[in-house]
């Protein structure tokens, strides 16, 4: 059998850690799949006396990464610091410019420094895999630059982050309002240190950007994804949706267009009974659309220590077995620079209105909405005993711009008691 692979870990965290318990569990199995043995020879962490629930006195102790990114006795540098920038970006490229190759989960260090250190590990002749920076156990990097290499693909959308998923399904499963399932995901660590990166949907965005550089061959931009978060979905929002047949998820959608690539990560409602509506609490899915094979999607664990870890080791493995493609599957220099394209086309949506009690006040939102060339499909008024009624609309089709005309005019009517809320009803 061959000389062993030889890894430097980076980040003992979970996924760290998780990484260290696969290698030593299944260490002959990963050499039989890989036709090598799989050896770590170092680590690194912070901090070198926590209690990591596992046994590291086999390998040497690093304290900075940047070194062990350098060390002689490591092939495959493995990214599990975090960060777009610091420790994690300067280890990364001393590791390529160092001969060695690398293996990250980091997502937001690949949506803001993903086409340099394509570029840079191209021309250094290393390879950068990613996998587990995406959908966590979910192989959709591989499946889009291997698996669908011969496909057009025309659209990339999904469920990616696990966190959003658990409070918007949560909060339909338990009647709560977000606020109480908000608290209730930080009390079980759910949620980031800082929670935005979550619930403001930037985690889910850092993802959707480097999809869409592999599935259209453009170089990442993560600043042109239309972002979003799930902040303002209320209750009210969750069950009216369900009453007229829908789920509202945090849905990120990337598109190439006559006007250029379309990228957003928006609160979407969805057919309850689709696969993207069923998905129930932190599990991730992403559908890919391609002119060979059709619509596919894939569902799985979005985040933990396992699924995470499982996503590390099927880049480690492929890297042991000599195969080596390019970063976002084609080469870096290559990838065009897109036409960032706000979202443009045409889709139904939901809108909550709460009107006072005057005569007149459903004709005057009609007129709003017809003037803005919008027809309305289905409208449901709640019943109310004191203050302003809950009056939803389905439209048909309209494009973005309608309906942003159509809430800046509604409040000037004079029977609007609160903002209106818009969402919109994605196809999937």
């Not at 239309?226 to 829908?246: F, K, L, N």
């Not at 000599?322 to 443009?344: D, E, S, W, Y």
């Not at 439209?395 to 005019?409: F, S």
Request: hydrophobic share 45%; glycine share 10%.
């Amino acid at each position: 059998m061959s000389a062993p692979l030889r890894l430097g870990i980076a980040g003992l965290g979970t996924v760290g850690i998780g990484v260290v318990k696969i290698i030593q569990k299944h260490a002959d199995l990963i050499a039989a799949r890989s036709g090598r043995p799989v050896a770590i020879t170092a680590v690194s962490a912070r901090d070198r006396m926590k209690n990591r629930d596992a046994d590291l006195s086999a390998y040497e102790w690093v304290d900075d990464p940047t070194q062990l990114a350098a060390r002689d006795d490591v092939d495959v540098y493995i990214e599990l610091v975090g960060g777009d920038e610091g420790i994690a970006k300067d280890s990364v490229e001393r590791a390529l410019k160092s001969g060695k190759d690398v293996v990250t989960a980091n997502k937001a260090l690949l949506a803001r420094h993903g086409q340099e250190l394509a570029e840079l590990a191209e021309a250094e002749g290393r390879v950068l895999r990613f996998e587990a920076a995406v959908a966590g156990g979910i192989p959709v990097i591989k499946t889009m630059t291997e698996s669908l290499a011969g496909n057009d693909l025309h659209r990339v959308m999904g469920v990616m982050n696990g966190t959003c998923n658990y409070i918007l399904t949560r909060m339909e499963s338990g009647g709560l309002p977000y606020e109480a399932v908000f608290e209730e995901a930080r009390q079980l660590g759910y949620l980031e240190a800082d929670p935005t990166l979550d619930v403001g949907g930037i985690d889910a965005s850092h993802k959707l950007s480097i999809l869409s550089s592999i599935a259209f061959g453009t170089r990442v931009d993560f600043d042109a994804v239309e972002i979003e978060g799930i902040e303002r979905v209320s209750i009210d929002d969750i069950r009216r949706a369900a009453d007229m047949g829908y789920r509202i998820k945090l849905l990120g959608v990337a598109q190439m267009t006559a006007r250029g690539l379309e990228q957003r990560m928006s609160p979407c409602l969805v057919p309850a009974d689709s696969p993207i509506g069923q998905l129930q609490g932190g599990t991730n899915m992403v559908v890919i659309e391609g002119d060979a094979v059709g619509q596919i999607v894939l569902r799985g664990a979005g985040a933990g220590e396992g699924p995470t870890a499982s996503a590390v080791l099927s880049d480690i493995v492929e890297l042991a077995r000599g195969v080596r493609i390019p970063v976002f599957g084609q080469p870096a220099k290559g990838l065009k620079q897109a036409v960032p394209a706000r979202t443009a086309v045409p889709a139904a949506y939901y809108m909550r209105l709460a009107l006072l009690d005057k005569p007149g006040a459903l004709a005057k939102v009609a007129s709003v909405l017809g003037d803005a060339g919008i027809s309305i499909h289905r409208m449901r008024q709640y019943d109310h005993e004191d203050g302003p009624a809950p009056v939803l609309i389905v439209t048909h089709k309209t494009t973005p711009d309608a309906i942003d005309h159509a809430i800046e005019m509604l409040p000037k009517t004079g029977v609007i008691a609160e903002d209106p809320v818009e969402l919109r009803i994605e196809e999937v």
